[in-house]
């Protein structure tokens, strides 16, 4: 308990899935939290069950990332965590995902990782430094060839979480920036995204998938991982991946012909 005593979080798409878990972790460990997410009444919600301040965003719109961060000044006077949360996939291969599913992932995920990290730096840096915690995916690390756009998204991220690491480190401004790479994870999206699958490709081959799956893990196994990164524990770790799958990275298979 208390691993998180005094200092001030934000968690975007927190309002259900691995944000809301995160949410839950963190104010239990004594953390002050901002909870964001698209979703007015979920976020609410949560927000009041858990005592947080609640801001409704969409992670992609620039300008309302200022506002978030001022917002989360004004109420608790430092910034010293940001969670890279938010996200949303669309089914897809390279050759039938749309335009607009490719412009919305690219959006949600790059552009809002991107626009938060630019805004929360220099919040964080004047709070004495801080962690800031990409949500990636496997999919950044591993060929998954039904969420291309999704995968194209997550990688960027990866190696942009990598860039705004060195920026931090050259400039010693205290802040820290790593990614957690979750798959196999039971969330609302992931059920979700299962229809999308059998309703885009079939049934059979969604089943495929699944044979070859390992127990789901639950998001607090995510949780856990963002927990180890936001506090001082992690003071000396920056610029890296941590991979949460239960071996589904290293898995061996092969490709049928």
Request: contains cysteine; negative net charge.
């Amino acid at each position: 308990m208390n691993r998180l005593k005094g200092k001030v979080a934000i968690i975007t798409g927190a309002a259900r899935g691995l944000g809301e878990a995160d949410a839950r972790l963190f104010v239990a460990e004594g953390a002050l939290v901002t909870i964001t997410d698209i979703d007015q009444a979920l976020g609410s919600a949560l927000a009041a069950e858990l005592g947080c301040h609640f801001i409704q965003q969409d992670v992609s719109d620039e300008a309302r990332w200022s506002e978030v961060i001022e917002q989360t000044l004004e109420r608790f006077g430092r910034l010293d965590i940001l969670v890279n949360n938010a996200g949303m996939v669309k089914a897809g291969n390279p050759e039938n995902q749309t335009t607009e599913e490719y412009r919305l992932t690219m959006a949600v995920h790059a552009d809002g990782v991107f626009f938060g990290c630019r805004a929360g730096i220099p919040a964080m840096a004047a709070s004495g430094g801080g962690s800031i915690i990409n949500m990636c995916s496997l999919a950044a690390i591993q060929g998954e060839s039904y969420v291309a756009a999704y995968c194209m998204a997550k990688g960027g991220i990866d190696a942009y979480t990598r860039a705004v690491a060195v920026h931090c480190a050259q400039n010693k401004n205290g802040v820290r920036c790593n990614s957690i790479h979750p798959s196999g994870i039971d969330t609302p999206m992931v059920a979700e995204f299962g229809d999308q699958m059998a309703n885009k490709y079939g049934e059979e081959v969604l089943a495929a998938m699944a044979a070859g799956a390992s127990a789901s893990g639950e998001p607090l196994d995510i949780a856990n991982a963002a927990l180890y990164l936001a506090s001082d524990e992690s003071k000396f770790v920056n610029g890296t991946r941590i991979v949460v799958d239960n071996s589904m990275s290293v898995t061996s298979g092969f490709v049928a012909g």
